[in-house]
């Protein structure tokens, strides 16, 4: 046996695993809920087309769904019963969810969820209607959407359980809210475990605002998700814009940004503990019972999460590809060629075909580029892994701070000496396009692309870079690709975030096509249905 005890915490998370609470969750021999292959390959083929052209994390995509569904059902549907058949329904066709494996019984779990979130809106209507101030439709709109985000992610817990999921994340919390200690600022413990929270939510399980947005609310309103009474709902509606604010808050405040930064560096440890814990919970001795046996699958583990790494990468950079390919095309036929045939009345093949080639390209290089993480990267896990999981070479706790104000003077000349390189990040490549005679409307495309690609990029790296914990060091090189692409990178962090606003592909799916497609899939459903009961009539 190894002199090396787990502690406390640790040794009831794996437990936890161990005693696997969601394993049986859809195990029952009541009736289940099951759709037709045709329909569902139909549905699944319309959800990878729409999911083309809204490039959105795969863990995602099945609660963003919901949140779609949930919007137009509620629009048309007067049945909070039916909205829940029709919700299941619809996951299980678009593959987001098993066929023929969910009970029907899920279905009135479903409805009562929903009816509390419709009274919820229907209340907070009501307040809003009485409430002299007059805050506008666009703020009842963003009420609803936020309402709506917080009733997804609820919804897809209950569909898809992650208790051991939900454990292994205050786990992780707990640890960032010991390990950090604030350096400039006094804030009381909940306030520390709110910050700790959404780094780890941010960091570990890549969570978008809703997600966020419902672990704080499930946090600090966990009687809402018990037994929600109608004082209660009352009461949320009428502080709804309080609560809101508040959560906003606390999701931008500079703190959680501190905490953030600390996680990034070391968030590796903590996808590889919940790898092998998760691996190993059918016979967590074999990895547990001694110390070396731990430090072999940690080491299994990184092997396996460097290649997974590279697998979904590449994944991504297709999908990342296909979609600025898409909308490269179609912007090239609405915008370039029209411009260079009409108005200067000569097309410039060659500048039409960097512009379709060029993106798509680049997006290849910067994904297929990616190194693995090396040996020692793997060693320092290890050891850090350790470090959680005995506490016996727990460092001192690190000390984090917000970003704080500098002196004005130095602050307008950084921003001053920033807006330089600003200009002349672009500048450079303005001239050497003018120099190819690009036409006006061929650079500014140009221009969009190179900066969304290399934040794209950016950001499906983060992939591979989450599994490095041994810091990078830098050169005269890199600093100078840093000062020069940083603009660039920003430039397409601000456009990818306005276009997912205005992204007219979607609004074409969302708002014209996925209605009457999804009504015509229902309709069908019930034809085959029909022509079933005929055929065993006969037969």
């Known amino acids: ?102 009970p029907e019984s899920r279905i009135s779990k479903v409805e009562d969820i929903i009816g509390k979130y419709t009274l919820l809106l229907n209340e907070t209507s009501l307040k809003k209607a009485t409430n002299k101030e007059g805050r506008g439709r666009d703020k009842e709109e963003k009420i609803f959407d936020w309402i709506i985000g917080i009733a997804s992610c609820e919804i897809e817990e209950k569909l898809v359980p992650r208790t051991c999921e939900n454990a292994f994340l205050k786990y992780a919390t707990e640890i960032v809210k010991q390990r950090t200690v604030l350096a400039n600022k006094k804030i009381s413990e909940e306030e520390k475990e709110i910050f700790s929270l959404i780094a780890v939510l941010r960091s570990l399980t890549k969570s978008d605002s809703d997600l966020i947005r419902y672990q704080l609310f499930k946090f600090q309103h966990s009687e809402w998700f018990i037994a929600p009474s ?31 930064r600390y996680l990034k560096g070391n968030v590796a440890y903590f996808i590889i503990l919940q790898e092998i814990i998760d691996k190993n919970k059918d016979n967590p001795e074999r990895v547990f019972g001694h110390h070396l046996y731990l430090e072999d699958a940690v080491k299994e583990s990184c092997s396996k999460k460097y290649k997974e790494a590279a697998v979904k990468l590449k994944r991504s950079a297709v999908r990342s590809i296909l979609y600025i390919f898409a909308t490269k095309m179609v912007l090239a036929l609405v915008l370039e060629l029209p411009f260079d045939k009409y108005i200067l009345e000569k097309v410039d093949y060659f500048a039409l075909m960097v512009n379709i080639i060029f993106p798509p390209f ?120 840093d000062l020069f692409s940083l603009p660039i990178i920003q430039m397409g962090r601000w456009l990818s975030t306005k276009m997912s606003k205005i992204n007219i592909f979607v609004f074409v799916f969302d708002f014209i096509i996925e209605a009457p497609f999804k009504t015509f899939v229902e309709i069908f459903e019930d034809w085959i249905g029909f022509m079933k009961e005929k055929k065993e009539e006969i037969y």
């Open 1 to 102: 046996m190894s002199n090396f005890q787990l502690t406390e915490d640790v040794k009831n998370l794996v437990n936890l695993y161990h005693s696997q609470p969601d394993k049986d969750y859809n195990k029952t021999d009541s009736a289940k809920i099951k759709v037709h292959d045709v329909t569902s390959t139909m549905a699944f083929l319309y959800e990878k087309i729409r999911n083309t052209v809204d490039y959105q994390e795969e863990h995602l995509l099945r609660k963003n769904a919901i949140a779609r569904i949930l919007k137009r059902r509620l629009a048309t549907e007067k049945s909070e019963f039916n909205v829940a058949k029709s919700l299941i329904s619809e996951l299980i066709r678009a593959k987001y969810l098993p066929n023929d494996i969910i």
């Open 230 to 260: 109608e004082d209660l709902i009352k009461r949320l509606a009428g502080n709804i814009h309080r609560i809101i604010g508040k959560i906003e808050s606390q999701i931008s405040h500079p703190l959680g940004e501190a905490h953030l």
């Open 362 to 481: 680049l997006m290849f290089l910067v994904a297929f580029n990616i190194k693995v993480p090396s040996k020692k990267n793997t060693e320092k896990i290890v050891m850090g892994i350790k470090e959680m999981v005995y506490g016996k070479l727990a460092a001192s706790p690190q000390r984090i701070k917000s970003v704080s104000k500098r002196n004005s003077f130095f602050s307008r000349l950084f921003k001053i000496f920033y807006a330089l390189v600003f200009l002349a990040s672009f500048g450079i490549v303005i001239f050497v396009l003018n120099e190819l005679n690009f036409s006006v409307v061929s650079i500014i495309l140009f221009l969009f692309f190179l900066s969304v690609v290399s934040f794209f990029g950016i950001r499906i790296s983060q992939t591979a870079r989450e599994l490095v914990v041994i810091e990078k060091k830098e050169g005269i090189k890199s600093f100078l690709a």
